[in-house]
Nanobody
Framework: EVQLVESGGGLVQAGGSLRLSCAAS????????IGWFRQAPGKEREGVSC????????SYARFVKGRFTISSDNAKNTVYLQMNSLRPEDTAVYYC?????????????WGQGTQVTVSS
């Protein structure tokens, strides 16, 4: 059974940090890219960051560049999103997903999401 399980969300003050984890199972982790997405109430889902498990190449949305860092521990089939200098506008449900590559238009597998709330 394919599973992506996010954890690490919570409530933090503006300027604070959180580290999200995405634990994957049920598929060949090295064959996929793992992306982080977020969706705030009343807004469309947007891509945040992505990492290729095969070569660790990564990409970031412009609104998180310099603040968020994505990393992968292939031995643990886990991808992390270190979020620093958090802002109230970062408040959203964060999801991880798996696809063939970071530019994919279709993401095959999704996690259930973890809530991140940043207070001002």
């Amino acid at each position: 059974e394919v599973q992506l399980v996010e954890s690490g969300g919570g409530l933090v003050q503006a300027g604070g940090s959180l580290r999200l984890s995405c634990a994957a199972s049920g598929f060949t982790f090295d064959d996929y890219a793992i992306g982080w997405f977020r969706q705030a109430p009343g807004k469309e889902r947007e891509g945040v960051s992505c990492i290729s498990s095969s070569d660790s190449s990564d990409s970031y949305a412009r609104f998180v560049k310099g603040r968020f860092t994505i990393s992968s521990d292939n031995a643990k089939n886990t991808v992390y999103l270190q979020m620093n200098s958090l802002r109230p506008e970062d408040t959203a449900v964060y999801y991880c997903a798996a696809a063939d590559h970071c530019s994919a238009s279709v993401w095959a597998y999704w996690g259930q999401g973890t809530q991140v709330t940043v207070s001002s």
